[in-house]
Structure formats: structure tokens, C-alpha cells
T-cell receptor, first 115, second 113 residues
Framework: GAGVSQSPSNKVTEKGKDVELRCDPI?????LYWYRQSLGQGLEFLIYFQGNSAPDKSGLPSDRFSAERTGGSVSTLTIQRTQQEDSAVYLC?????????????FGNGTRLTVT | GDSVTQMEGPVTLSEEAFLTINCTYT??????LFWYVQYPGEGLQLLLK?????DKGSNKGFEATYRKETTSFHLEKGSVQVSDSAVYFCALSDRYAGNMLTFGGGTRLMVKP
């Protein structure tokens, strides 16, 4: 079946512009997670959704970052007034639920380059 | 808070060599432990997991044993192949943190023919 789909796969934007990154989780998965993978660093947790709710937004790096999820399905991560340090691969993952034995399925990511 | 530390790469090995990638963790609760792999140009994939102390996760010839006494989850493979070249991430999931994964920094493995 279809896996987690992210779009665009690559995005180049000018400093100061806003960008939207999209994630289509696996159908029926209630939990959705956003991570950031910066060059030379590990994966940094950003935010997760259970259904349409995001109980913990503390992982978002700044108030320029926001995320929403509608209909318990598609999620959008928005970065306003992008900065060069925002350049990274943004990964989305979904799981059937939030139980620890429910594996996360990752998308291929969106590579964001801010020039 | 929870954290995962793994050996820095790159690790370069010849085909059929023995592989060990060290991973240690710090957690307040009783985490589940994972190894994820990222092949070139692909997304992260779950390689193996262990959910309690002394459990051994295994897949594709890779193994890792959950050692609570040393807070470790080292990844091993007896004979690596060129196709194993990838970045390997150790991670933990704390049941008190709702399946949120905390990752190590990743270790790049390069296997030469």
C-alpha cells in the first residue's frame, strides 16, 4: 500500500519567504510526527499530532514555525520568513496510534534550501 | 531529558567484515529501543527494535541486545555487504512521551568491495 508521502521533495527559497511543506500519512494512521534533519546533525523532533490536535509544540524551533493537521489526515508545516539556518531535510512520519509498539513509518522528506 | 549517543562516523569496512556501531542512552523511564536505517536517497526505515531489558532485536543479519545495566543497544552484524552502506540511527521511545522517538546523531557506514 501507499506509504507516507511528502511534497515537495525539494524546495529552494529565498531568505525571508514563507514555505509550506505537506505530509500525507498512511491512511488510518492517527499519529503524525514532524522531524528535522540538519546537515551533520541527528534528527530533531518538532511536533506531533494525535488526530488533529498537537498536545506538545515545544519542539518547534521558533514562532516562525507552525503546523496544522486537518481531517485527521494531511498535515502542513509552515515556516514564515525563512532563514538560512532553516535549511534541512524535514521528515514526516505516521503511526497507527501513539502506543510504543506502533512503528513509525517515515516519508522521504522535503529538502529545504534557503538561499 | 531522554538522550541517545552513538559513535560518530563514518565507519568504513571491507565486505564481510564484522560491524559494531555503539549506542548508549539516557532515559527517565523504561524505553523501547530502535535502530533505523537510511539508505542513500531513501527515507528512514525501521531495522530492528527491542522493548524490554535483555530482548534481542534482529533483522537482515543485524542484531542488537537491550542492555539495561549498561544502558546500551549496540548494533552488530557478522559479515557486512556493500548493500549495507547507509546511515544508521539509534533511537528510543519513552512510554511516558507518547511514542515520540529520540534519535542519536546517526552513523554513516561505508562498505567497500
Amino acid at each position: 500500500g501507499a506509504g507516507v508521502s511528502q511534497s515537495p521533495s525539494n524546495k529552494v527559497t529565498e531568505k525571508g519567504k514563507d514555505v509550506e511543506l505537506r505530509c500525507d500519512p498512511i491512511s488510518g494512521h492517527t499519529a503524525l510526527y514532524w522531524y528535522r534533519q540538519s546537515l551533520g546533525q541527528g534528527l530533531e523532533f518538532l511536533i506531533y499530532f494525535q488526530g488533529n490536535s498537537a498536545p506538545d509544540k515545544s519542539g518547534l524551533p521558533s514562532d516562525r514555525f507552525s503546523a496544522e493537521r486537518t481531517g485527521g489526515s494531511v498535515s502542513t508545516l509552515t515556516i514564515q520568513r525563512t532563514q538560512q539556518e532553516d535549511s534541512a531535510v524535514y521528515l514526516c512520519a505516521s503511526s497507527l496510534n501513539r502506543q510504543e509498539n506502533s512503528p513509525l513509518h517515515f516519508g522521504n522528506g522535503t529538502r529545504l534550501t534557503v538561499t | 531529558g531522554d538522550s541517545v549517543t552513538q559513535m560518530e562516523g563514518p565507519v568504513t569496512l571491507s565486505e564481510e567484515a564484522f560491524l559494531t556501531i555503539n549506542c548508549t542512552y539516557t532515559a527517565t523511564g523504561y524505553p523501547s529501543l530502535f535502530w533505523y536505517v537510511q539508505y542513500p536517497g531513501e527515507g528512514l526505515q525501521l531495522l530492528l527494535k527491542a522493548t524490554k531489558a535483555d530482548d534481542k532485536g534482529s533483522n537482515k543479519g543485524f542484531e542488537a541486545t537491550y542492555r539495561k545495566e549498561t544502558t546500551s543497544f549496540h548494533l552488530e552484524k557478522g559479515s557486512v555487504q556493500v548493500s549495507d552502506s547507509a546511515v544508521y540511527f539509534c533511537a528510543l521511545s519513552d512510554r511516558y512521551a507518547g511514542n515520540m522517538l529520540t534519535f542519536g546523531g546517526g552513523t554513516r557506514l561505508m562498505v567497500k568491495p
